[in-house]
């Protein structure tokens, strides 16, 4: 069976679409706020689950769909930083990014934990002091 055929599920936007719905649905796989998400055995079936619901039989089709739930989690991620490095360039409203990707309105509870917030550095800087001679 050639790669196309076999992974087919994964390239159609309505299954995409349909992907983004089913994650949403078990935050435990995307909400890294959750003290179950880093917990991999709970996941592994929900992943088998949501390859079935695709309609996909093959043995290691929980791991391809998670594989591409992660590439989607990324381009979101991706498409941010675009948007918020538009937005402090200095440029007026017209010109921020404004993404195209069709998956972007199905991702938006992704927010929650992929949205870039201002860094903070907690790295103390040293302060500079002009050596002044002491006159007293």
Same mark, same amino acid.
């Given at each position: 069976?050639?790669r196309?055929?076999k ?8 299954? !995409?679409?349909?992907l983004?719905?089913? /994650?949403? &649905? %078990?935050p435990?796989l995307?909400?890294? *706020? ?16 949501i390859?079935?619901i695709?309609?996909?039989? !093959? ?5 391809? /769909?998670? &594989? %591409?739930s992660?590439?989607?989690?990324? *381009? ?5 930083r675009?948007?918020?490095?538009s937005?402090?360039?200095?440029c ?7 993404p195209?990707?069709?998956?972007r309105p199905? /991702?938006?509870?992704l927010?929650?934990v992929?949205?870039?917030?201002e860094?903070v ?7 500079i ?8």
């Amino acid at each position: 069976m050639n790669r196309s055929k076999k992974n087919s599920f994964h390239y159609r936007k309505d299954h !995409q679409i349909l992907l983004c719905q089913l /994650v949403e &649905q %078990r935050p435990i796989l995307w909400d890294a *706020t959750l003290d179950s998400y880093r917990r991999a055995n709970l996941k592994k079936p929900l992943w088998n689950e949501i390859a079935r619901i695709l309609g996909s039989v !093959q043995e290691n089709a929980g791991d391809q /769909v998670s &594989q %591409r739930s992660k590439t989607i989690k990324e *381009t979101y991620s991706e498409n941010n930083r675009k948007v918020n490095d538009s937005k402090r360039s200095g440029c007026g409203t017209e010109d921020v990014y404004k993404p195209k990707w069709f998956l972007r309105p199905h /991702v938006q509870f992704l927010k929650k934990v992929c949205d870039m917030g201002e860094s903070v550095c907690n790295i103390p800087h040293p302060t500079i002091q002009s050596h002044v001679p002491d006159n007293s």
